[in-house]
């Protein structure tokens, strides 16, 4: 007789990772492999972060700072908030799943748009709430409309995933403004910036503006993108204290770890150094997106650090075929059928040899199977 589970376990959809199967990141790292799946930065973090790093590795003994007071402060200080609004958090996916637990329960609904991060179902899967998915727009860009459309009175959170993952469009401030306005004030909205800093169309602090005035708004940001810290799990949601509080009630203490609170106090003091990354970043999406025109396909109109390629009329066919030509030469990027976008690849930037190599694979691959 085997064990018994909850019967909410068989609905959690699983998350599959980047790193290709019986692979670890050791493995991988200093191998020629072109890492191009899990949007992450391909540089290494900053020389002082590393030392931050190893100079915090001496207190292992201790449990780390369970309220995280010095990145809160520093964080504060950074956008200009009262550090009691920040919840720092083991990876942004901390909150998310957090705020499902303190937020949702069956009887309640949980609106996002799809395709977005594909963690978003986990909520309603271990919550019990239901889902209420909300198709993309032309362009695929959140339809903001159909989702305030879609909000009852059984609504209790709304995700906005905004530059959008897996499709890398953006909804410029203006809009989310509107959208957060009109949204009932007894609704949470987050408001996932992962990618924020990677778009050029707004001051990438421009939402914080909207805080003041809505306090059922969430922002939630990763050091695991633009600061190059995937590998120690460290985000942060900006809210009410509130929304603090329940985040806090519902996860374990000391989830922060102490090397990634050292890591992330250091790499907010190099701003402009992170902001250099940044640049590099997105004169690569200006390479890839151009190359890809070049090869004769087309993309969404992107403002993350990553692409998302249509593979033409017959994507859905030859998808499998160029994602396994591209691993065959080192180059690992996600089907977008596993992404909710079947015919479509996700594609994230990485240095300027990987983007080549990435960029010839890809127009062999697409003329063989054309
Ligand atoms: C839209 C979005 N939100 C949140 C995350 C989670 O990031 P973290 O590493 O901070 O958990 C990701 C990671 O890929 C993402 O794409």
């Known amino acids: 007789m085997s064990v018994k589970f909850n019967s909410k376990l068989a609905s959690i959809p699983g998350y599959t990772p980047g790193v290709p199967k019986g692979h670890s990141a050791e493995d991988v790292a200093g191998s020629d492999l072109a ?13 002082e972060v590393v030392e931050a790093i190893a100079a915090a590795a001496g207190s ?6 369970p ?3 010095l990145l809160r402060s520093r964080l504060g200080e950074r956008h200009g908030v009262d550090p009691a609004r920040i919840t720092p958090a083991n990876g942004s996916c901390e909150i998310l799943l957090a705020a499902a637990d303190a937020l949702l329960e069956p009887g309640t609904e949980v609106v996002y748009a799809w395709p977005a991060f594909s963690m978003y179902p986990m909520l309603a899967a271990m919550s019990g709430a ?41 909804l410029p401030f203006e809009q989310i403004k509107s959208f957060v306005e009109r949204v009932p004030e007894d609704v949470t909205v987050i408001l ?6 990677f778009q050029t169309a707004d001051d990438p602090d421009a939402t914080f503006s909207l805080l003041e005035r809505h306090e059922n708004l969430v922002l939630l940001r990763t050091f695991s993108k633009s600061h190059s810290l995937a590998g120690l799990r460290v985000g942060y949601a900006v809210g009410s204290p509130e929304f603090s509080a329940g985040v806090d009630a519902v996860r374990q203490p000391f989830s922060v770890n102490a090397l990634a609170q ?22 690569e999406r200006e390479r890839v997106e151009a190359g890809v025109t070049a090869i004769g396909l087309e993309s969404a109109d ?38 909710g976008g079947p015919g479509r690849l996700r594609v994230s930037y990485g240095t300027i040899e990987e983007d080549d190599r ?5 127009g062999e691959s697409v003329d063989r199977h054309s």
């Not at 890492?35 to 020389?47: D, F």
């Not at 292992?60 to 700072?65: H, K």
């Not at 959140?142 to 305030?148: F, K």
């Not at 993350?304 to 691993?327: T, Y």
Request: glycine share 4%.
């Open 262 to 283: 050292a890591a992330a106090v250091e790499a907010l003091i190099h701003g402009e150094r992170v902001r250099d990354q940044i640049r590099i970043a997105i004169q």
């Open 130 to 170: 239901k889902e209420v998915r909300v198709a993309l727009a032309d362009g695929e860009k959140h339809d903001l409309e159909a989702m305030l459309e879609s909000i009852t009175d059984k609504t209790r959170l709304v995700l906005v995933c905004n530059p959008n993952n897996p499709t890398s469009t953006y």
């Open 67 to 69: 309220e995280a007071t």
């Open 60 to 65: 292992m003994n201790r449990y780390p700072d």
């Open 302 to 339: 992107t403002q993350a650090n990553f692409s998302w390629l249509s593979l033409g009329e017959r994507g859905e066919q030859i998808e499998d075929h160029v994602v396994a030509d591209l691993a065959s030469a080192g180059i690992v990027v996600r089907p977008g059928r596993l992404l």
């Open 192 to 197: 996932d910036e992962a990618y924020i800093e």
């Open 35 to 47: 890492q191009l799946a899990s949007n992450e930065s391909p540089y290494p973090p900053l020389p």
């Open 358 to 362: 990435f960029l010839a694979a890809l």
